[in-house]
């Protein structure tokens, strides 16, 4: 069994992944990958370590499968994590009819077009503590 | 509608600064996440699957055009354009960076809206009837008295820490369109033998993993004691209320622990305990929030209105939509006018930022600057002038808001699910789509009536399934989505939890399952005026389950 450590992007949330080089990458398919019987200790020590310098929070390691020199989550949960919502939710992609072509928000496209792995973005981090205390736990939020 | 005041004002402003604050730390790493958390869930903001989500109240789900633009704006500026309208009177922003989170808030603070308590373990939004102020079948407007408890609750010291989340809705109709029994604290307004106007008390209701209907422990409290009475009801409950269990710590559960009978008396002692304290409610004060809530001056129009009339016998696709989504007003020549955010095949309680500003402009010109959010996840103009109503109708056909099915089977209620949720077990949304459009065809949605299909992705019950009609929950098993169906379930007055039909459907079988019940309730119905519900109620389980497994 394969595996990937992902976590969350401490700024905007997106999911994230450890990359070959060293750091996070939003593609699944550029994440470093470990057979099933390679030592993750060390990888996961430093993914707690990114997590207590504020770079990401809640990693993990996620079960993958390779298909056709492809990577896949095994579980549905983190197939969504990895490519997105299963559904059309944007409005100006919405199937619906009735519905007109709407334009998304300037705001948004210009964040996808600077979706960047995290090692990209550490200038806007540089006052991140490196000695924070306590490493981040896995969270149940009450749901509504 | 009620307008802020110097002191809500000032504790908003304190609240988004004191959280701008906070995540400057989080973000700077003086505060790690665990440290963090908590804040921020006091401030509406989840970590999801893909990003933060912000849920924003809406107060007893009233919001004024000005609110509404600004949760356009809001989703345009810092989302991806649209939001999600809740379950339980909320919007929730389902992508915004936690960095524009206190800009969010701010911009919120602006038009008088915040975060604050929807999440965490107090008293959260309080809930009302969604056609309040305008049913033709009022006793009083629950508004102001959804106010009034919004006002003491928020950033109340002693229930910031209660066991557990706590939920409380009003409901002044006759009919209950709030869903007070599946509420920690429900408060329907009744009028007693001396013709006074107070309060019935319904305790101990929730859905969640352990549904159960409230007790009714009150038949009338003036209103008078509405803060005292809740008052010794909340000191009961931190009290008692588990805190060892997440799972048993809600009010419900104390209830059926220690029965409804030993709580009642627990809480009538505090109740007694407590006449002295400064909490009883003067006469002015209640008349002074409910001048906010004065229905407007609605000029007089006929009780036959002509344009409205000579359109319904023209068009047929207005008159559909007049006779669904049109209800009673109390004004003659009046409509309240609900707009389905539930076009077929679409996302339930989505709208887009273009949506909501159609709304918005909607409400201006024919709805008295008043629009409402309902627990159904649909938009409401309360007040249209039926003359009105075909301009209304051709500008949200426009904008694809025209959908004539409030309360039938593509009606459907749907928690995010698993495409957004980290608590999600199942997909809902996309069961909700293909639901829809196997029942898209009208006539056909007409056909079977008034069916309320509620969709839940996990065990935490956003969707309410409990009390859909037809309920589904969505399960994990084995490592695939799996679907189990409950029947019967009833939110009003004839509260019920529905019953499980026996085992679960797939992902692919799902759908086929929800059809064969309803084709199963149009075999036996007596005609078409015994709606789904009655026809369960008189029938039981067993010809469904005959439908659905082929054997009774």
Known sequence: MLRVISANRLPDGAVVYLGRGGGWVTRLAEAKVFSANADTGEALLLAQEEAKRNLIVEPALVEVTEDEGRLRPLTLRETIRAEGPTINYLPQRRNVRGRQALPCGRRWLEGAEKALPIEDRSGELEHARLEAPGAAAVAHEAAS | ?552
């Open chain 2, 1 to 552: 509608m009620y307008r802020y005041d110097e002191f809500d004002r000032e504790f908003v402003a304190a609240r988004v600064a004191q959280f701008r604050d906070q995540v400057a730390r989080r973000l700077s790493g003086e505060l790690n996440e665990e440290q963090f958390r908590p804040l921020r869930l006091m401030n509406g903001v989840y970590l999801q699957l893909h990003a933060y989500m912000l849920r924003v109240a809406i107060p007893y789900g009233t919001l004024s055009p000005r609110q509404m633009r600004k949760l356009a704006s809001v989703a345009r500026r810092y989302d991806k354009g649209y939001g999600h309208f809740t379950t339980r009177q909320n919007i929730q922003f389902n992508w915004p960076a936690l960095a524009d989170c206190p800009d969010i808030l701010e911009e919120l603070a602006s038009v008088e809206m915040h975060a604050i308590q929807t999440s965490g373990n107090c008293i959260r939004n309080v809930t009302a009837d969604h056609f309040a102020g305008a049913a033709a079948d009022e006793i009083e407007d629950p508004r102001p008295y959804a106010e009034i408890l919004r006002q003491w609750s928020s950033l109340h010291p002693e229930y910031s820490f209660l066991p557990r989340k706590f939920k409380i809705a009003v409901n002044g109709a006759a009919a209950d369109r709030a869903a007070i029994r599946v509420h920690d604290i429900g408060y329907q307004i009744v009028r007693n033998s001396a013709g006074e106007i107070g309060f019935a008390v319904y305790v101990g209701g929730g859905l969640g993993r352990t549904p159960l209907i409230a007790h009714k422990i009150r038949d009338f409290l003036p209103k008078s004691a509405l803060l005292a009475y809740t008052d010794a009801i909340m000191r009961v409950y931190n009290l008692e209320g588990r805190r060892d269990n997440k799972f048993k710590a809600r009010i419900k559960i104390l209830l059926h622990e220690k029965g409804a009978e030993a709580v009642r008396a627990k809480v009538e002692a505090e109740f007694a305990a407590c006449q002295d304290e400064a909490l009883t409610l003067p006469q002015e004060e209640i008349e002074r929030i409910r001048a906010y809530f004065a229905p407007p001056a609605l000029p007089h129009r006929p009780a036959v209105p002509p344009a409205f009339e000579r359109r319904k016998a023209a068009d047929p696709g207005f008159a559909r939509f007049a006779a669904q989504n049109v209800v009673a007003h109390r004004e003659p020549g009046y409509g309240i006018v609900t707009i389905s955010l539930k076009p077929i095949g679409g996302i339930p309680g989505d709208a887009s930022s273009e949506d909501m500003e159609t709304v918005a402009s909607l409400a201006e010109q024919f709805s008295h600057n008043e629009i409402r959010v309902s627990h159904e996840q649909n938009l409401v103009l309360p007040h249209v002038a039926l003359d009105d109503l075909p301009e209304v109708y051709d500008r949200l056909d426009a904008q694809g808001l025209a959908t004539a099915n409030r309360g039938l089977v593509t009606d459907i209620v749907s928690c995010p699910g698993l495409d957004y949720c980290a608590l999600a077990t199942a997909r809902s949304i996309p069961v909700a789509q293909r639901i829809s459009e196997r029942f898209g065809d009208s006539a056909r949605a007409r056909e079977i009536g008034g069916l309320n299909i509620n969709i839940s992705g996990c065990i935490n019950a956003c969707g309410h399934h409990h009390v859909g009609h037809i309920g589904i929950l969505g399960l994990e098993k084995s490592g695939s989505e799996a679907y189990q169906i409950t029947l019967g379930g009833d939110p009003s007055d004839n509260c019920a939890i529905g019953a499980i039909t026996g085992p679960g459907f797939t992902a692919e079988s799902v759908v086929d399952a929800i059809e064969a019940v309803v084709g199963a309730y149009l075999k036996l119905r007596t005609g078409p005026e015994e709606d789904f519900l009655t026809a369960y109620r008189r029938v039981g389980m067993a010809p469904f389950k005959e439908a659905l497994y082929g054997h009774a």
